[in-house]
C-alpha cells in the first residue's frame, strides 16, 4: 500500500519561504506523474471545494505550476530517495492551507492514491 508522508510546513510571515518535502513508500515512484496541491481554508468539508494543484511534475520531468505560484515556487523529485518537494518563496497569505502530494491526476480521480496527512502553511500579512 502506498504511503504519503508530507512535512515542511509552519508559520511565516509574508515574503518567507518554506520548503515542503512528501516521502513516497510503498512504490516506486519513477513512472508516476506527481503534484502538490492545496486545501484553502474552510473548504475541508466541502464537497465542491476541490483540492487545488499547485504544481505537477511528470515522471520525465516536465513542469507545470498554477497561474498565482508560478515564478515562486518550484517543484522537484528525487525518485532515488522516493522524494518530492516543494520550495515556495515569495510567500502570500493567499498561499494558506493544508498542502499535499499525490499523483498528478484530474479531479474526482479514482486513481488518486491514499491521501497523508498534508502540512500546514499558515502565512502572516
Known amino acids: 500500500q502506498v504511503q504519503l508522508v508530507e512535512s515542511g510546513g509552519g508559520l511565516v510571515q509574508a515574503g518567507g519561504s518554506l520548503r515542503l518535502s512528501c516521502v513516497v513508500s510503498g512504490t516506486f515512484l519513477d513512472v508516476y506523474n506527481m503534484a502538490w496541491y492545496r486545501q484553502a481554508p474552510g473548504t475541508e468539508r466541502d464537497p465542491g471545494k476541490q483540492?487545488?494543484?499547485?504544481?505537477?511534475?511528470?515522471?520525465?520531468?516536465?513542469?507545470k505550476y498554477a497561474d498565482g505560484v508560478n515564478g515562486r515556487f518550484t517543484i522537484s523529485r528525487d525518485n532515488r530517495k522516493k522524494l518530492v518537494s516543494l520550495l515556495m518563496t515569495n510567500l502570500e497569505p493567499e498561499d494558506t492551507g493544508v498542502y499535499y502530494c499525490n499523483r498528478d491526476l484530474p479531479p474526482g480521480s479514482e486513481y488518486y492514491w491514499a491521501w497523508g496527512q498534508g502540512t500546514q502553511v499558515t502565512v502572516s500579512s
Open positions: 483540492r487545488e494543484r499547485v504544481a505537477g511534475i511528470t515522471s520525465s520531468g516536465t513542469i
